[in-house]
């Protein structure tokens, strides 16, 4: 640390202390990965070692951002909202929660 007439100079990190001056941590707007996939050929995560039907239920449930985007436009409660939104913009608008898949 330098000192000159009662002011310091302090190393480059301390420049996140100043409101306003360099943001680091966050992003505007949010980077999202959406999925783009065919019907049924949807990825799916699973332990090897689990049960079969556990997997199997997996498979079944077929819920990415992909066809919640469609779900959404075919809900008649949020469909006015969600048909004037592009795919690329409805994560602006809703939140998709990967634990229940919504």
Do not use: W
Not at 36 to 63: M, N, S, W, Y
Not at 66 to 79: D, G, S
């Amino acid at each position: 640390m330098l000192k000159s007439n009662n002011t310091s100079i302090r190393p480059i990190y301390q420049l996140r202390r100043l409101p306003g001056a360099f943001s680091v941590h966050q992003q505007i707007p949010n980077v999202v990965r959406l999925q783009v996939h065919l019907p049924g050929c949807h990825p799916v995560t699973f332990d090897p070692d689990g049960p079969q039907e556990q997997i199997l239920a997996r498979v079944a449930q077929e819920k990415t951002t992909l066809t919640v985007f469609f779900r959404a436009n075919a809900n008649l409660e949020i469909a006015p909202i969600a048909k004037q939104l592009t795919y690329q913009e409805f994560p602006q608008q809703f939140v998709y929660d990967s634990q229940t898949k919504e």
